[in-house]
């Protein structure tokens, strides 16, 4: 916890230590935040009982968090739990997992004799120690080592690997190519879609070859707007318009594209809702399509 406080006072660290909590209200830790100006919110688990889930996710839907980073939570997360925070928790664990996962990972390394160990961080899921790695270090084990010795050169190696990860894995919202990805993979979704570029953007396309209409246009804070976007068809001018008196901060009309029904969606955000982009994408495709394909999906849609 105190590595990422510190980590997170780098210039260019994309993140901020917005809370500290916990289940036991008297842990070490939530002092040392506190004295690190850190806000902290002591929870006693044992007090509140079945309401303790209850109480923290309150903590963190008003602090307005984006990420949770366990660390040292040695408390079982129930199912219901994770999955209000699914993709937005993380946790490190002191392992080369999927190598000894759960407790006592130094006494099971030295057991199986391996060389190297090391520390993981990874997506929190159901199933403990299983969530999709973020990142790995590894540590040379020692002839002489015993499970206190290997703990304590494994945790400088934990220090160095968390405030990095989060850092990489928060910093990818602000991303052009993690967001043109993402932006990939929902619009080649679509049917008879191509990648092509638009005047050196990336952008996707719908149709044979030689008659294929943009449905989607990448947009790099080009022309003075401050967003990584992308662009899809809207019904017209007072459509775009509206949308964007309405959330400022989502849509913006790009220059140039705007007077032909163009309208940005801005991307550079924590907690996008992708499933607004998609249905974003396919509305822009159906605009564009052939009307052989229009079809196809219509009645698809109807069956």
């Not at 230590?17 to 040392?32: C, R």
């Amino acid at each position: 916890m105190a590595a990422l406080i510190y980590a997170s006072r780098a210039e260019d660290c994309p993140y901020e230590v917005a809370l500290v909590t916990g289940d036991k209200p008297d842990a070490p830790g939530l002092e040392v935040a506190g004295a690190e100006g850190v806000e902290v919110h002591p929870l006693n688990a044992k007090s509140l009982g079945a309401a303790y889930w209850e109480e923290l996710q309150r903590l963190l839907e008003n602090a307005g968090i984006d990420l949770v980073a366990l660390a040292g939570f040695m408390r079982i997360i129930p199912d219901e739990f994770v999955a209000k925070w699914q993709g937005r928790m993380v946790n490190i664990h002191p392992s080369l997992l999927p190598n000894h996962k759960g407790l006592h990972s130094h006494e099971a390394c030295l057991a199986a004799g391996d060389r190297l160990t090391g520390a993981t961080v990874h997506l929190v899921t159901p199933e403990l120690d299983s969530g999709d790695i973020l990142g790995q270090v590894e540590v040379a084990v020692l002839a002489n080592d015993t499970a206190d010795t290997l703990a304590e050169r494994v945790l400088v190696a934990e220090h160095q690997l968390y405030p990095r990860v989060v850092s990489q894995y928060l910093g990818r919202t602000q991303d052009f190519d993690w967001i043109t990805g993402k932006v990939g993979e929902v619009a080649l979704m679509l049917p008879e879609t191509s990648f092509q570029t638009s005047h050196g953007s990336p952008g996707w396309k719908v149709g044979a070859k030689s008659s294929s209409k943009f449905f989607a246009i990448m947009w790099n804070r080009h022309h003075g707007e401050e967003s990584i976007g992308v662009l899809v068809k809207c019904s017209g001018q007072d459509e775009m318009a509206q949308l964007i008196e309405a959330e400022p901060a989502l849509y913006f009309r790009p220059a140039y594209y705007g007077p032909s029904d163009w309208i940005g969606i801005a991307l550079d955000r924590p907690r996008v809702d992708w499933d607004h982009v998609a249905a974003w994408l396919q509305r822009s495709w159906q605009a564009v399509a052939p009307p052989r394909l229009t079809k196809l999906t219509r009645a698809a849609d109807e069956f």
